[in-house]
Structures are given as structure tokens and as C-alpha cells.
């Protein structure tokens, strides 16, 4: 079976070779690697392969499918479990397989909201660079203790739901809201509406999915309904947040500071080296600029446990596209 992998970085190659050439050894895969983004400028890369394997940046919208279909590939595997990337209209009419990982070390996201947190509540990232340079004053490194906060979880799914016995664990009152709540969030905090858990909450952290109902999820109105002051995380997806309209409540100091992993526009920077080029996006370097904020480049997910178990599972659903068996990751 002959596989494109689009946007294959080196850490993937090394877990998919891997995992390919052992549990999976029989099942003769054929990695394709292309450090190019899947677009219809790249699709051609794909002719003659059985399926393409994709990450969270690569565009799967309808004219990209049916270019692919048209090729002969019959299915899309994706590395990561948000699928918002995916044409699924377009994929069904053109009878695509289409399986994603959907769970992958969940507490490994939960736990890199929880270093960012950290992070831009003791500022640890500015004391280390202080440190280093002879510098052990601590005027400007002033953070709270985190003990008896209050933490809001918007999502309490995998993620959320580690998220949440992680803040319970620090000694937090959790809040949550969820639309279909997780009965095992009950031990961990209390289940209120969004508007509530805004309002209430020390710290924001989001870990709900990106569709309709969540974009710009929070906006100008949610900012206004925060607590003064308050920390806002999102591990998600760019696109929940409406960035000008944090921009304007870090400026008017509503939003007491912002951690992100994702960004709305991240597919133009993230997982490339750009340190030597002039960054275009003005939103992204007006964020960058302000020092109660922290971003890393969707990381969340990067842990040695997490990369085996994507490339175990995404052999598994190649495995199932191939001898047409039931495959419980199928959108
Ligand atoms: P999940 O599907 O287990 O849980 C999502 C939860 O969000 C569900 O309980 C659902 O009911 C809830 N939800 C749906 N609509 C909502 C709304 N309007 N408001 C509040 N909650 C809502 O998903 P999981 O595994 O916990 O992942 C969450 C998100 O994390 C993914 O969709 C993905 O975008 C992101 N993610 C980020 C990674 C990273 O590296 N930064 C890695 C993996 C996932």
C-alpha cells in the first residue's frame, strides 16, 4: 500500500518508519514522505498512491478531494484527532475513507495547558533568560498562587477532562461547561453555563472542537463577560478565539493574560523555521509583542508516547481501509 505523507516533518518519518516496520511490518506500507503542506498546488504528489496521510494544516477542502479521487486514492488518514480540515460533505459524496486518530495521549495536551499556565503565571520563561545574565532580581515576576482559583474547562472531553483533574489536583475549584457534559467531571468540579463560568472563572481554558457553534466562540461580548484581570488558554483551535478582539482586551487590560498553542492563521507559520524571514502577519506579531502572553506552535500534542500511539493507530486505519474492515476511527 503506497502512502503520501504530506507535511511530514522528521520526528514523524522516525515514528511511522518505526511503527511500519514492526506491529505493522505485514502490512506492506509504502511511506511517501512530502514536507509539503497537502493544497491543490501539491496534490499531484499523491498520483499513484493507494491513501494520503495528513496533519491538522493540511487543506482537505472539496476540490483537493475529488483532485485526489480523481487519482485514484481512495483514503485520507489523518495524524491528529480535529478533523475541521476535512471537506466530509465532499469525502462521502466522493466515497473517500476518511479516519483520524482520536484520542492521543490526551493528558499530554492537558499537561502542556498546564506548562503554559505555569509558565505565564510565574514567568518562568523570563526568569531563566534573568538568571543567565546574572540578573536574580524579582521586580516584574509577581504571579498568584494558583492553590483555591478558580479554573473554568470549556469542553470536558478527553482533553478537558484530564485538564480538569489536573486543576482539581493544584487545588482549584473547577468549573465547566460542556453541551453533553462527561458524567466523570462531576469529581472534579461543577458543571455551569458558559456565561457563569466566564464570569466566575481565574483562569479560561478551552478544549471544546472547532465547528460552527464554537468559532470565535470567544469574542468581543465573551471578553467583556470575563473576570477582570483573568487568564485565557486556548490548546484547541485558533479559531475559537476572535484574535483583534483579544488584542483590544489585552490593550484595555480586561484580559489579564493569553497562552496559546493554536492560531487562527497558523497554517502560514506554524511547524516551519521562519527566524530568518520577516513575519507578514500583523495580528500575529501585535500578539507576540505583549508580555503577558505566550505562544508556542501547537506543541500540545508532541510527546514520544503521543507520536507512537498516532503512528500505531494511523497504520491501524490504513490496515482497515485495506482489508476493508470495520474501522472504529471512520468520520
Ligand atoms: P473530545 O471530542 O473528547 O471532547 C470535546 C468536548 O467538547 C466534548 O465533550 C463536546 O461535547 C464538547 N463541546 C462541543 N461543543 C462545545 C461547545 N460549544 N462548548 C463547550 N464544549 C463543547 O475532544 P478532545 O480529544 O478532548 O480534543 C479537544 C480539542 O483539542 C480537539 O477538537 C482539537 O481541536 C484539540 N487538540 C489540540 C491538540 C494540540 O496539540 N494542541 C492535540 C489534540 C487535540
Known amino acids: 500500500m503506497r502512502v503520501t505523507v504530506y507535511s511530514a516533518q522528521p520526528y514523524d518519518r522516525r515514528f511511522l518508519d518505526a511503527v511500519g516496520a514492526t506491529q505493522f511490518a505485514d502490512a506492506g506500507i509504502e511511506w511517501h514522505y512530502q514536507s509539503v503542506a497537502l493544497t491543490r498546488q501539491t496534490v499531484a504528489l499523491a498520483a499513484g498512491s493507494d491513501a494520503v496521510c495528513v496533519f491538522v494544516n493540511d487543506a482537505l477542502e472539496a476540490a483537493v478531494l475529488e ?35 482520536p484520542a492521543y495521549s490526551p493528558e499530554a495536551v492537558a499537561e502542556h495547558a498546564l506548562a503554559m499556565i505555569m509558565t505565564l503565571n510565574r514567568k518562568t520563561h523570563r526568569a531563566y533568560n534573568r538568571v543567565r545574565e546574572g540578573n536574580f532580581a524579582l521586580d516584574g515576576l509577581l504571579g498568584v498562587t494558583l492553590h483555591g482559583k478558580t479554573a473554568g474547562v470549556v469542553g470536558s472531553g478527553r482533553i478537558g477532562l484530564a485538564m480538569a483533574r489536573i486543576l482539581h ?98 497554517s502560514e507559520l506554524f511547524f516551519r523555521d521562519h527566524s530568518a524571514e520577516i513575519i507578514e502577519d500583523d495580528v500575529f506579531a501585535r500578539l507576540a509583542s505583549f508580555p503577558n502572553v505566550l505562544i508556542t506552535g501547537h506543541q500540545g500534542f508532541f510527546t514520544a508516547e503521543a507520536l507512537d500511539e498516532i503512528a500505531q493507530v494511523t497504520c491501524a486505519n490504513l490496515v482497515a481501509y485495506d482489508r476493508d474492515l470495520e474501522c472504529p476511527n471512520r468520520l
Open 67 to 101: 483532485a485526489l479521487a480523481a487519482q485514484g486514492v481512495g483514503a485520507v488518514v489523518l495524524r491528529c484527532a480535529g478533523f475541521n480540515n476535512v471537506d466530509l460533505v465532499a469525502a462521502r459524496r466522493l466515497g473517500l475513507f476518511v479516519a483520524r486518530v
Open 169 to 266: 489536583g493544584l487545588g482549584c475549584e473547577v468549573l465547566g461547561y460542556d453541551p453533553a457534559p462527561a458524567a466523570a467531571f462531576e469529581a472534579y468540579g461543577e458543571s455551569v453555563p458558559l456565561a457563569a463560568l466566564l464570569a466566575r472563572s481565574d483562569i479560561v481554558s478551552l478544549h471544546c472542537p472547532l465547528n460552527e457553534a464554537t468559532h470565535h466562540l470567544i469574542d468581543a461580548a465573551a471578553l467583556d463577560g470575563m473576570k477582570p484581570g483573568a487568564m485565557l488558554v486556548n490548546t484547541s483551535r485558533g479559531a475559537l478565539i476572535d484574535t483583534p478582539a483579544v488584542i483590544a482586551a489585552l490593550k484595555s487590560r480586561q484580559l489579564g493574560a493569553l497562552a496559546i498553542d493554536v492560531y487562527e492563521q497558523e
